[in-house]
Every structure is written in structure tokens, then in C-alpha cells.
């Protein structure tokens, strides 16, 4: 059984263990706005993953006129569940602790934190509970208590203001105490106020719609230079004896860890999400139970719903699911959701498109206090208008209804689907094989271009008929199912139920037999299923989410010597920047095992339109047995085979891209 080590994921792990802090009497500290999707329904209260606000109001005595209806403090008083009354700051942590550490020292003293939050490398934390007595039994505990040197302190923390009241009374010219706010200046306000709509919210969801296919390129490739330049500092602080290799890296490759090769693009710019979620409010222009994406941030104050008709990455079979379904909430009686009073039915709409003309769509419903007959009423109603009614124009053929209550975080791959209408499951086909996706499952957003990722994938992977692959996060099992035929074998592993089993039947329906599927945590599962593989020739290719991999799926991964080729892809290179550091990190007590190093990088583009791409990086083993000067000459050899391909690259990239024409709203 592998030992327990702290968690490197959230920070690097130090080279040796740092001196001695002197003791100050520690200060309170404000809570920082959050990071929230413009797309995303729910407000920063509900999410467990951070979602904490934060601004002068934190410093406040709960701000405003008490008992009013317009506190910004007024959902606190309410009878709802909310942890914020239950919230208190822990002080002088010890440096480098990440939110897997503090969760763990926490459940080992007999406590259970509804929500954490660590401030960047800061040495205080917010923790809240899910009642007084949990929130009490914690301060008497953790008060003065020693952990690595460190004499805790805790104390209470004040509730974040609503941000939806907070900028309301902005805009009546008050905070929560009655006084004056400044104002934005009146032009800018007028500018807003004359932009249409429809470019207000393509500006939202599709940042970069107004700019030419090849300068979008052109940011998202330099964007990755950055990570690969920081990344190659980050290596050489972390272990000393690359410093050489890492100087001729440099040398060849403008500063970064490892070549960069040229972008691939989209083969589709527009219309290409098989996926969207559609948010349930108010429109911008004052109509209800709108059906479409959220103009602002939550935390920015804005709930203003506008139309997806005219974004340009949006399917018209999905507008069109988008317009039927909006005219049949609006013959109902229920209201939309409203997360400013908790109160309301309508919240969210997810639809799922495929190649094979299939369509899913999920509806989720807060059921507040219907009864289950209401509520079967409701579904009946729902299906028969999808199926026999005016909604057979949007030609769905997967109807799911999900029950989503007031206070579910912003995931909600755990709430249970409700078969209303048509089949359980759609199907989609990519790389000349099919497969299965459930409501829940991951599926790439863009299809054309996950084929590119996944051709490069391939490429890079260098397998043979012995090789044995390890997919890591490996949802409905793509990556793994479309490499089946080159390998020996091929185990994949995912968190998802739902996507272990729709992995399953993809793999009997393209007639493979050397697959299988593990379903559970990565770090709970990976190790093990490692330990037993005894291939000399095991690569592992990872596609964990946009956090990255857990430290532990890093330690076994290092600690697997006979594991000498890893294929990282990253939807977001910069968060999963620590993951990388890890792997390439000296060995030590804590991290076992040769170390990685970068080989070669590469970005494909998923998200046209978007500021967002997926980064490729081949990592491989460093090899200590062979001598500095075969190795350098090993080095070379690469990056001769790599300037190679580059050369073929770039030729494919400037065919691809040279007929690409500024993206246009998709007008209806």
C-alpha cells in the first residue's frame, strides 16, 4: 500500500522543509471575490468549490438596514440552509498547505467542513459548517492547537453580501449602510445600454467572435509559449540536475521547457458545441422565464438572461430546443428559479447534439413543495409536448428531467435524471467509430476538433502491438476505444458511473476485447491498477479536468519505473501547471521515482471563438543510468525528428487555416 504523503497538487512541494516563521498575532483577512462562469446558473453561496464572496462588506456588521428586504445580508435571516452563518477564519497555517491537507487534518480531529477556501499560498483559510454546534465544536478544538510548528487561531468570519443586492443598491447610489457608492462614469453606462443584445452577450460567451480565425490562433499559441517559458523556471527551481538539459532547451526553443509545435485549429469555427447549458430568468429586455445564457456574473450582480440565437458556437438544432422549450415554460404557472430569494421552479436547460441527428436535453426543476402527483403532471405534460405537441419541431429524442434543489452546487453529475420522453442515451461517431453518451457523461464539446486531439494523441503515444495504455479520466472512453487497435491493451479509468458504462458498450459495440473500464476516484484507483500491469511498455495518456490531476495519481505515476511515457492533455495548461512541476520534480521522501521531463508541446483548438484551447505535452522518463553525453545526444535526436514534424505541421496548420473568414452571428 502506497504511504501517505501530503498533497503537492494545490502547491509545489518544497526541496527541504522551511525555516521557522516568528509568531505575530494574527489579523483578520477580507474573503476574495471568486472566479465565476458568466454561463453558470448558480450563485457563489451554493458552489463547494471556492465560491466565496468577499469586498469591504466582509469587514461590515452584516451592512444595511436590518430586517429589510433589500439587505444584502437578508439571505442569512431567511429559513434556508446556508453556510455562511457557520463560517470561521483559520489563521497562521502552516506555508504551503493546500485544500486536501487542511480537509484531511480536519477529518482526522473529528470535523466535517461543509466548504474550504485557501486564499492562494496564504496562510489563513475560511472553513464553514453545516450547523452552530459543528461550527462551535471547531473553534474549542482548533484554537491553539499545534500543526507543523504552527499555533492555530480562529475566529469567527463574517457572511459574504448577496452580489445581486449588493449591485442593486450600486445602482440606487448606497452600500448596505446607506452610504453613497460611486458611479461608473455616464458614457460608459449609455455605451452599454446602446450595444444590441446580441453582441452583448456574444462578447460573454464567445470573447474573441469579432476577431479573424488566424489571430485567435495566433493568442492561444503564445498563451501556451507563457505556461511552457514559466514552466521550464518552474523545473529548473524544482530540480537542479536538469538545469543543463534545461539550458539548451531553452536555447533551441525561445526560453521554453520544450519545442512547441504550430497550433492545429478547429476544423469547424462555428456552430460546433455538442453541448450547451442554458440558464432560466429574466430576459435583458424584461421578458420571464427567458431561456438562454446569463449576460454578467453573479457575482457581478447580473442574472439578465439573453437569447443564444445570434452566438455563433451554438448549433440552430439547440437554438431551436431553446426556443420550444422557452414558449412551453411560459404557458405554465410555475416561475423561474431566482437565486437572489431562493425561490421559483426553472433553472436550467442542457442540450446534447450529435452528428447522428440525435438530440438530448435535460430539464432542471426545483420542486419546492410540489407533490410528487404535481409533479408527475408536470413531466407528462412536458414529454407530450415534446413529442405530440408544438415541441416536435426541435426533434429531440432524449428528454431527461432533473431535480435540482435550491441549494445544489454548480455539479451536478450526481443529481438523478428522470427518463421523460424518447431513449435513454444518444450516440455520436468520431474517428469512424460510435458511441454512447448518458445525460450525465463527458463527451468533447467539439467533435471535428476532439478528432484532431485525439489523432495527435495517437501520434505522440508511440504504441505498438505491446503496448499497454493506461487512460486516465477517461469518460465514455474515447481516447482509450479509438488507440484499441494499435495496443495490446487498454484500461481506462473514470469517476462517472454513467461514463464507465457508456465506456463499456462502446467498447462490445466497435467489437474490442481488450478493454476495460474501472470506475472510482483516480487516486483511489490508479495505483493499484499500475501496480498490477507488468508490460514493459506502459504509457499512460491523462485527460483529467481543468484542476488536474490529485497528487496521488502524480506519486504513483513517478513511483511506476517501469512507466517510461506519459501524454498529458490539459484543458487548461496554467491550472495544471503544478501537475507538470510534479512530475518533472528531483526525487526525494516524498516524491519516489525517476523524474519526467517535457519533451515536445503542442495546442489544438476546441473552443473557437473562446480565449480557451487544449494543450498537448509528451513527457518522458529521464534515464540516470545512461550518461550525460548520450543523453544530450538523445535530446538532439528529438528534437530533429520533432523539427520534422513541425515542418509538416505548420504546412497542414497554413493549408487549414488559410481559407478561414471572420466568424459571423448566426442569425435565425
Not at 95 to 115: M, Q, S
Not at 194 to 210: C, F, G, M, N, Y
Amino acid at each position: 500500500m502506497a504511504e501517505a504523503v501530503p498533497d503537492i497538487s494545490d502547491t509545489p512541494v518544497p526541496l527541504k522543509d522551511p525555516e521557522p516563521e516568528p509568531q505575530s498575532e494574527p489579523q483578520p483577512h477580507p474573503e476574495p471575490e471568486p472566479t465565476v462562469d458568466p454561463t453558470q446558473n448558480d450563485p457563489p453561496v451554493s458552489e463547494d468549490n471556492g465560491g466565496e464572496g468577499g469586498g469591504e462588506e466582509e469587514g461590515g456588521e452584516g451592512g444595511g438596514e436590518e430586517g429589510s428586504n433589500s439587505s444584502v445580508y437578508r439571505y442569512i435571516k431567511e429559513d434556508l440552509f446556508t453556510s455562511e452563518i457557520y463560517k470561521v477564519e483559520i489563521q497562521n497555517l502552516p506555508r504551503f498547505i493546500g485544500f486536501n491537507d487542511l480537509k484531511k487534518f480536519l477529518n482526522k480531529h473529528g470535523l466535517n467542513p461543509h466548504k474550504i477556501k485557501i486564499v492562494g499560498r496564504q496562510t489563513f483559510a475560511f472553513v464553514t459548517f453545516k450547523n452552530q454546534e459543528e461550527r462551535d465544536r471547531a473553534m474549542k478544538l482548533v484554537h491553539g492547537m499545534q500543526w507543523k510548528g504552527k499555533v492555530l487561531s480562529v475566529r469567527l468570519a463574517k457572511p459574504k453580501a448577496d452580489p445581486i443586492v449588493r449591485k442593486r443598491k450600486q445602482d440606487e447610489g448606497t452600500q448596505g449602510g446607506g452610504q453613497p457608492v460611486p458611479k461608473r462614469p455616464a458614457e460608459e453606462q449609455d455605451a452599454e445600454d446602446e450595444t444590441p443584445l446580441s453582441e452583448q452577450i456574444a462578447r460573454a460567451v464567445t470573447p474573441l467572435w469579432k476577431i479573424p480565425y488566424e489571430e485567435q490562433l495566433r493568442r492561444k499559441e503564445q498563451e501556451v509559449e507563457t505556461v511552457l517559458q514559466n514552466l521550464a523556471r518552474e523545473i529548473g527551481n524544482n530540480n537542479k540536475a536538469m538545469l543543463p538539459w534545461l539550458f539548451v532547451q531553452k536555447e533551441k526553443n525561445k526560453n521554453m521547457c520544450c519545442p512547441l509545435e504550430p497550433i492545429r485549429p478547429s476544423p469547424q469555427q462555428t456552430e460546433y458545441r455538442n453541448k450547451c447549458e442554458f440558464v432560466i430568468g429574466i430576459g435583458a429586455d424584461g421578458e420571464d422565464k427567458t431561456v438562454g445564457f446569463r449576460l454578467g456574473k453573479y457575482k457581478g450582480g447580473s442574472c439578465a438572461v439573453v437569447s443564444p440565437a445570434d452566438t455563433v458556437h451554438t448549433p440552430k438544432s439547440a437554438i431551436r430546443v431553446v426556443q420550444a422549450f422557452q414558449r412551453y415554460i411560459r404557458t405554465t404557472p410555475y416561475a423561474v428559479y431566482s437565486p437572489e430569494t431562493y425561490e421559483g421552479h426553472w433553472r436550467q436547460l442542457t442540450v446534447r447534439t450529435s452528428r447522428t441527428n440525435q438530440i438530448m436535453a435535460m430539464v432542471f426543476f426545483n420542486p419546492q413543495k410540489l407533490s410528487e402527483e404535481e409533479l408527475g403532471s408536470l413531466k407528462k405534460s412536458l414529454g407530450q409536448y415534446f413529442t405530440e405537441g408544438d415541441g416536435r419541431e426541435s426533434r429531440i429524442t432524449s428528454l431527461h428531467f432533473v431535480r435540482m434543489g435550491q441549494r445544489t452546487s454548480a455539479g451536478t453529475e450526481d443529481l438523478p435524471c428522470e427518463l421523460v420522453a424518447g431513449d435513454e442515451w444518444i450516440h455520436e461517431e468520431l474517428l469512424g467509430l460510435k458511441f454512447r453518451i448518458s445525460p450525465h457523461s463527458f463527451f468533447q464539446t467539439n467533435t471535428p476538433a476532439a478528432e484532431v486531439l485525439y489523432s495527435a494523441v495517437g501520434e505522440w503515444a508511440q504504441l505498438d502491438q505491446e503496448s499497454t495504455v493506461l487512460d486516465v479520466c477517461c469518460g465514455t472512453g474515447t481516447i482509450g476505444i479509438s488507440l484499441a487497435k494499435r495496443v495490446k491493451k487498454v484500461i481506462g479509468i473514470e469517476l462517472c458511473q454513467e461514463a464507465v458504462e457508456d465506456a463499456k458498450v462502446n467498447a462490445k459495440a466497435n467489437n474490442l476485447t481488450n478493454v476495460e473500464f474501472h470506475c472510482g476516484k483516480a487516486e483511489d484507483i490508479f495505483p493499484t491498477v499500475l501496480n498490477a500491469v507488468v508490460s514493459p511498455n506502459v504509457t499512460a495518456i491523462v485527460d483529467p479536468p481543468r484542476a488536474g490531476l490529485h497528487s496521488k495519481v502524480i506519486l504513483a505515476i513517478r513511483r511506476a519505473e517501469h512507466l517510461k511515457r506519459l501524454v498529458y492533455v490539459a484543458c487548461n495548461a496554467k491550472a495544471a501547471k503544478n501537475n507538470f512541476v510534479d512530475l518533472c520534480r528531483a526525487p526525494s521522501n516524498r516524491v519516489r521515482g525517476s523524474p519526467f521531463r517535457p519533451v515536445r508541446a503542442m495546442a489544438v483548438d476546441l473552443f473557437p471563438q473562446t480565449m480557451h484551447c487544449e494543450t498537448i505535452l509528451l513527457f518522458e522518463r529521464v534515464d540516470y543510468s545512461a550518461n550525460a553525453n548520450t543523453d544530450a545526444n538523445n535530446a538532439n535526436d528529438t528534437n530533429s525528428a520533432i523539427a520534422n514534424t513541425e515542418a509538416n505541421t505548420a504546412d497542414s496548420a497554413n493549408a487549414n487555416t488559410a481559407n478561414c473568414t471572420e466568424p459571423q452571428n448566426t442569425q435565425n
